[in-house]
């Protein structure tokens, strides 16, 4: 098993025509994900990389039955493409978007409550269950099939994670890109309460950073109902107060959101916080040795 | 992205929300003429993008306009340090100058969207005057919040239950609850991050006006808002920041060190910033290069590396993903041949294309240090800003 997205995932892609959008939706293809549709308004009855190209999401999910969404619209229409796709009552939206108005995703989880889709981002590289699914725009190759779970805000940082994980052998469960909003549709409990659940994970890396409350909700989680183990790192303890550290959500505005005050919660909560972030594939061996995980 | 006070007092008067008469001046025989139209005693405040100014001395009061004359040629042209900026402080090129009030308590109101309900938070408190995290630490009980659902918007409900939590009463408990939804419709509006006003004054006569006034912005949102894109003060920025823009780098941030740093994505980036600091040294910069397509904004770094003279030595941190190593080791072997870079250069590259860019620098005969990876790299660039580069 694996969370997500796997061999059962038939993706749909909100604008596919793109310059993005198609060059993305090709390295999916390659990677072996099951892309059954692609939807451009004004653009329905072509087909782009062999894939049917529908005018809007309901039409394409009939059609296809496609169980999952990938949106690469530009900020001022991704919200309308959002709610599109939650109105197909699609299961899984993963939106890879930067630069979405803090207010209209306020106005998306207000419309999202009460019902089954399951948001991932926006302004996040995806999800990736390795060798079986990669909904997203991260580097197919670096990854390895195995059962650590990986969470993290951060797109790059988390390809260095996966990196120095791979090259110690060990393999991932999922991989998940929660993005660098100030708001994301699922936050770091979301995606450990699937990890917790799942059989293929035997224990998790996060990698949080500056800004929100995240991690301090979900060292709550940590605390209370989280059996495997945990290895964290939050970035940003260089980073000064009140400056937008690249993400939307990387920014200090109170205590709450230094780096001190996560790492500080997250390892009372009993994660095993990595010394720098170069070691936070080691640490998680150490971990997996230690507890006959390996 | 802030504004200064004055402007987003003129925008709570627009909306209804009373605040004291003033104009800003930008010299000071400005601020004395001001000073006449008002009559009486004024305050001259310094106006920059921090807070702590009482504290700093960047607030004055004056009796007569030959004293608000001299307290504006004081303010005007000096930098203002507070505990919220760095030890440079902030230029001041402008005063507001308004009339002085008689306060009888000062009060607290703010809205911001809070991370959890993922909806606006309203907060009031009694304890005004002082930083919220501060009475959230002393004094919580007197702190009261209200969740907005943006389909209904601000309740007057939710505005008595927060008057009556600042201990009002009688009409004023009306006047609040009319202020507040105001603010929530500058809030909703403008897409701001933070509407702030502390304190919100009673004044002796019982009626409220907002003596401070905060209000930020989302970047995000700027673009369906020209009219407060033009409100901006490039003078408040760093200059490394604006020349970083300039040159199309738009994820620049000063720092207190001496090493240079580029990098691909943000959090990477922090990282980097946390692991020289773990090796023992201290960057320059925080500098997400973003995707490109083009080598331009690689040299554009560089072009930043030499003009800032704190430099040391570079550390250029790339993870290719969406962005290409071939094009970063094409863009550096560039700035070589465009400038004379003296300091020494650590690169670590890895992720798409990664052989082609490492072929690219190695033939290029420039004299850089290969760092085989994410420590490695930070730990040579320590060492070289040291002077100790093998």
Known sequence: MSILVDQGTKLLVQGITGGEGSFHTQRCIEYGTQVVAGVTPGKGGNQILGVPVYNNVERAVSETEANASMIFVPPAFAVNAIVEAIDASMPLIVCITEGIPTMDMVKVHSYLKGKSTRLIGPNCPGVISPGKCKVGIMVGEIHLPGNVGVVSRSGTLTYDVVAQLTSLGIGQSTCVGIGGDALPGSTFTDILKLFEADDDTKAVVLVGEIGGTFEQEAAEFIKSEMSKPVVAFVAGSTAPSGKRMGHAGAIITGTAGKASQKIKALSAAGAIIAPNPAEIGSTMQKVLTERGLL | ?390
Request: negative net charge; proline residues 3%; charged residues 25%.
């Open chain 2, 1 to 390: 992205m802030k504004i200064h006070e004055y402007q987003a007092k003129a925008l709570m008067l627009q909306s209804g929300i009373p605040v004291p008469r003033g104009k800003v001046a930008f010299t000071s025989a400005e601020a004395r003429a001001i000073a006449e139209e008002i009559g009486g005693k004024v305050v001259i405040k310094a106006q920059v993008y921090a807070g702590g100014r009482g504290k700093a001395g960047g607030i004055k009061m004056a009796d007569t306009p030959e004293e608000a004359e001299k307290a504006a040629s004081q303010l005007l042209g000096a930098r203002m340090v507070t505990h919220q900026t760095g030890a440079e402080g902030m230029p001041v090129s402008r005063v507001l100058v308004e009339e002085a009030s008689e306060i009888s308590r000062e009060l607290y109101i703010s809205i911001l969207v809070d991370s959890t309900t993922r909806l606006p938070l309203m907060m009031a408190s009694e304890a005004g005057g002082m930083e919220i995290e501060e009475v959230a630490q002393a004094a919580p009980e007197k702190i009261f919040k209200v969740s907005i659902d943006p389909a209904i918007g601000f309740q007057p409900f939710q505005g008595r239950k927060l008057a009556y939590g600042m201990n009002l009463t009688g009409k004023q408990v009306a006047e609040a609850t009319r202020l507040m939804t105001n603010l929530y419709q500058i809030f909703m509006t403008k897409d701001c991050s933070l509407a702030e006003i502390n304190p919100l004054a009673v004044i002796t006569d019982g009626r409220l006006l907002a003596l401070d006034a905060k209000l930020n912005f989302d970047d995000n949102a700027l673009f369906r808002h020209k009219d407060i894109q033009e409100l901006h003060d490039e003078e408040q920025e760093e200059p490394l920041e604006i020349q970083a823009r300039q040159w199309g780098i738009n994820n620049y941030v000063k720092m207190d060190g001496d090493i240079g740093c580029m990098v691909n994505g943000a959090g990477l980036a922090m990282a980097v910033n946390d692991l020289i600091q773990y090796c023992g040294g201290s960057a320059a910069n925080f500098l997400d290069i973003g995707t490109l397509n083009t080598t331009e904004r690689v040299v554009n770094a560089f072009r930043m590396f030499v003009a800032d003279r704190r430099i040391k030595a570079v550390l250029v941190n790339i993870f290719g993903g969406m962005a290409r190593v071939d094009v970063i080791a094409r863009g550096i072997v560039e700035a070589y041949q465009q400038m004379d870079i003296s300091f020494p250069v650590v690169v670590r590259l890895a992720g798409t294309n990664v052989d082609e860019g490492k072929r690219i620098l190695a033939e290029s005969g420039i004299n850089f240090s290969e760092a085989k990876d994410f420590y490695d790299g930070a730990d040579k660039v320590v060492q070289a800003a040291k002077g100790r580069m093998k």
